[in-house]
């Protein structure tokens, strides 16, 4: 009995060091590997921690986007409720 329980030990050990290398090259895989997109020049708002309402921010994000376009150097303007990735926080 004593023989199987170490075996038994022996092989949950192997599976878990295996699926642990495939998480860590998963990781790294998604990591490196390129998103199809720029977003190392990304700046993210939220305007909810700054104290705003629903309204509030509505209006002022229509405020801020056609401003932002005019900026020189900006190819792009875009508005979303879930960033990529889920970052989502103040930067």
Do not use: W
Not at 40 to 47: E, L
Not at 64 to 78: D, M, N, Q, T, Y
């Amino acid at each position: 009995m004593r023989q199987l329980l170490i075996g038994a030990q022996v092989a949950a050990s192997c599976v878990l060091l295996i699926v642990a290398g495939l998480l860590v090259r998963a990781l790294n895989h998604a990591t490196y590997t390129n998103p199809g997109f720029a977003y190392q020049k990304v700046i993210s708002i939220d305007p909810a921690l700054r104290g705003y309402t629903p309204a509030k921010a509505q209006a002022y994000f229509e405020d801020l986007k056609p401003r932002l376009h005019a900026l020189p150097g900006v190819e792009s303007v875009a508005l979303v409720s879930n960033p990529p990735f889920g970052i989502a926080g103040p930067f």
